[in-house]
């Protein structure tokens, strides 16, 4: 049974292409994915992102909860901050990645990925044995995304709150386009700056309506989860699925950064001597040579035509118009400036290794 958001009635009389995606009805191209990229990149544009699972952990032992079973800090939380995460699991992978909103001392809001709000809700519950208050919101919840750098001036005048004083993972809650209680967030998935809105199911076409009224002037149009997908690949970030699961460790995936030992956690132990030990693949980044289209699933080979590893995430990037891709490989071939080779069909296409993001602004 495919599921609708509060908007896809919306997205239909726009003419999206829709697809089934982690189990709902979603838009995933308006006019062609380059010209909705370059929207996001100059100007503005709003993708719907409500598929997106929320839970709400509450009570004294919230913050005890959370330690546990994700690996960066959130110690370090104050209200009005939020902290990319990971959900560990005991065989040295990742159940999902998140981010955790501190929304009141003793309060959190949990966002998760679509395809593993069920997964994401039992495993969290599993370790549950602090008294904690859990609320699954998923179902009662939509969030948009209103990305790109012109999204501060054309958001402004719908609410009081000064946007452009909201720093990077930070969040404000307050009116928003006539709405009260809504969630302001300075993150998004697209490397061009810009806002999550998380509002009720019963007010978001409303603050469509209202966002796209506002946004008028900035040329601020609907963007597809295709785009979405281009913009965070530019940007290096991990996809769930593609470049992190159930297999992957969060240090081979370049994500030491969101995993404190500082604390002890799901698996900590194991990871941490993993630290110590080093790993045996990482997630790299490369750039093609030549004019080819690296996909997912392709092999990649050293000079001999040896197979040292897989893409996890390519595309053709719309900014730079060369063959972008990330993917693992064994460590000796992991270092910056070496050269690898990505098998496209039966040819060995060269790949420079790089360092992320691929666009830089």
Not at 248 to 266: C, D, H, Q, R, Y
Not at 342 to 359: E, G, H, M, S, T
Request: net charge negative; charged share 20%; glycine share 8%.
């Amino acid at each position: 049974m495919i599921k609708n958001t509060a908007l896809s009635h919306i997205h239909e009389k726009l003419g999206a292409k829709m697809l089934p995606f982690a189990g709902f009805n979603m838009p995933i191209t308006y006019e062609g994915i380059n010209a909705e990229h370059e929207t996001v990149r100059k100007g503005v544009g709003v993708f719907d992102v409500s598929h997106m699972g929320e839970f709400l952990l509450s009570g004294e032992n919230a913050l005890a909860l959370l330690q546990k079973v994700t690996s960066n800090d959130a110690a370090t939380l104050t209200v009005g901050k939020a902290q990319y995460s990971c959900l560990p699991n005991l065989e040295g992978g990742i159940v999902d990645d998140l981010i955790i909103y501190m929304l009141q001392e003793n309060n959190y809001l949990l966002v998760v990925n679509a395809s593993n709000v069920e997964k994401d809700w039992n495993w969290i519950s599993s370790f549950n044995t602090y008294g904690v208050d859990m609320k699954n919101l998923s179902d009662d919840y939509s969030l948009l995304a209103i990305q790109g750098p012109k999204a501060v001036e054309a958001m402004q005048a719908l609410t009081t709150i000064d946007l452009a004083a909201i720093a990077y993972y930070h969040f404000e809650i307050g009116t928003f386009a006539g709405f009260n209680d809504v969630i302001i967030s300075a993150t998004g998935y697209t490397g061009s700056g810009g806002f999550e809105i998380y509002c009720k199911n019963d007010q978001v076409e409303a603050i469509w309506n209202n966002v796209f009224e506002a946004g008028a002037a900035f040329g601020i149009k609907p963007i597809g989860l295709a785009a979405r997908d281009t913009l965070r690949l530019e940007m290096g970030f991990c996809l769930y699925g593609n470049d992190i699961n159930d297999t992957t460790s969060p240090l081979e995936a370049g994500l030491g950064w969101i995993t404190k030992f500082n604390k002890e956690f799901v698996n900590s132990e194991n990871l941490k001597l993993q630290k110590e030990n080093g790993v045996s693949k990482k997630l790299i980044a490369f750039e093609m040579q030549e004019r080819a289209v690296p996909r997912h699933d392709y092999e990649i080979v050293d000079a001999t035509g040896s197979i040292i590893g897989v893409v996890t995430s390519g595309t053709m990037s719309p900014s730079m118009n060369i063959g972008i891709g990330l993917g693992y490989v064994t460590v000796a071939n992991s270092k910056i400036d070496s050269t690898v080779f990505i098998r496209i069909r039966k040819n060995d296409v060269p790949a420079k290794v790089v360092k992320l993001p691929f666009y830089k602004k």
